[in-house]
Every structure is written in C-alpha cells, then in structure tokens.
C-alpha cells in the first residue's frame, strides 16, 4: 500500500545534509529512507487511495498554527500530498495551496475564503483529509459537506 506520508528522515525534501562547504553551503546526498522520493511507500504495489483517473479530489487539512514556522510546515505537507495525489492520476485542488497567505495580504474575514473553497469542494468527486484536519475548523467543515453531499473520503 502507499502511505501518502513524507518521509521522517528528510521530512519530505528527498535528499539530506550531510555536511557543510566552506562556504556553509548544504552538502546534499539521495535519502535513504525513501529512495529520494520524499514519500514512504512510494514504490509499493497497491496504492492506499485509488488511482484518480481524472477525477477531482479536493485536499483539506490545518493552515493555522502556533507558529510561522508550522503554518509553513502545513503548506508544504498540502503541497506534497496535492503533488502525490495529481501522480496517482487524480486533478486534486489544495485550498491551503489556493489561498495560503490571504490572510496577510487581505483584510477579508477567512470565512469568505471557506465559503469559496466549499464551492470547489462542492465540484469534486472526492476529499483526502490530511492528518490533523480535527484541530481545523475549516477542515471539519469541509468534512462536513463531503459527508452531506455524499462525497468519497480519504484520510492520511
């Protein structure tokens, strides 16, 4: 089965330091743990979700968090997992993608840009709820409506 999880050892990168220049430039080398891949599982048999085949699969998941420095964690996670979901065939849409940083450039209340994500959610045959989606208000709401409106769920 593929885990869609990024990998402990170079938490997603594909490649870890391994050393510094003289410069402190980053020596770089291939990841052990996943084969550069970035993900664990990658190369297994049978994926844990199924393949797309075109179909639209909306990501959801945390953006808020105590930090930058966690927020930034979030985005990049939703960003491999959306990258992971369109190379099993899927079109995935990342709310966190789309509209990540609004919240500093725009003096919008975040319920207009929920409101606007459950449209897109609305069109896709499919949600992948990214761990820590419980601790997200939007998340659950998103949750929510792919409940109601009968949509395929999936969870990390």
Same mark, same amino acid.
């Given at each position: 089965m593929v885990e869609i999880k990024g990998c402990p050892v170079c938490w997603g990168k594909g490649a870890i330091c391994v050393g510094l220049t003289k410069d402190l430039e980053p020596i770089l080398k291939p990841c052990p743990g996943c084969n550069s891949t970035g993900w664990l599982?990658? *190369?297994?048999?049978?994926?844990?979700?199924p393949m797309g085949e075109? =179909?639209?699969?909306?990501?959801?998941?945390?953006?808020? #968090? /105590?930090?930058?420095?966690?927020?930034?964690?979030?985005?990049?996670?939703?960003?491999r997992v959306a990258v992971r979901l369109w190379e099993l065939g899927w079109y995935a849409f990342s709310p966190i993608n789309n509209t990540a940083y609004f919240d500093v450039y725009s003096t919008l209340p975040r319920e207009v840009f929920l409101k606007g994500d459950l *449209?897109?959610?609305?069109?896709?045959?499919?949600?992948?709820?990214? =761990?820590?989606?419980?601790?997200?208000?939007?998340?659950? #709401? /998103?949750?929510?409506?792919?409940?109601?409106?009968?949509?395929?769920?999936?969870?990390?």
């Open positions: 599982g990658y *190369k297994t048999e049978k994926p844990k979700i075109g =179909r639209l699969i909306y990501v959801a998941g945390p953006y808020r #968090a /105590e930090t930058e420095g966690k927020k930034q964690d979030n985005v990049r996670h939703a960003t *449209k897109f959610l609305e069109c896709c045959q499919a949600i992948f709820m990214l =761990r820590g989606w419980g601790s997200s208000e939007g998340a659950k #709401a /998103e949750f929510d409506l792919a409940r109601k409106l009968g949509k395929e769920i999936y969870f990390e």
